[in-house]
């Protein structure tokens, strides 16, 4: 049974949405420069904890840069980070194949 989110904060939604970008763009390189599949680092909580935090660091640093670029709103004080980690690891099951 899968778990259904409803993200009551704007910011939150907004983080998301480019930290998700971002781990798919940072795994697709590791997957271009990897001689072989890395599908199997889905499983190793360790690696997975440090690579979904340093995209959550990422797009801390970065977040009102983007966001300005992008046209959008948000508040990096009103982002729920435990959420979005949540949502990542998540995400992440998707790269299982």
């Known amino acids: 049974m899968s778990k259904i989110f409803e993200i009551k904060s704007v910011s939150t939604e ?14 697709k390189v590791m997957q271009d420069m990897a001689s072989d599949n890395v599908s199997y680092l889905v499983y190793d909580a360790d690696f997975m904890c440090v690579f979904i935090g340093n995209v959550i660091e990422h797009i801390s640093k970065n977040f009102y840069i983007i966001i300005q670029c ?9 982002v729920n980070f435990e959420e979005v980690a949540e949502r990542l690891v998540r995400h992440s099951w998707e790269f299982c194949k």
């Open 70 to 78: 992008e046209c959008l709103e948000g508040k990096l004080e009103e």
């Open 14 to 27: 907004t983080f998301y949405n480019i930290a998700e970008r971002s781990f798919e763009a940072s795994w």
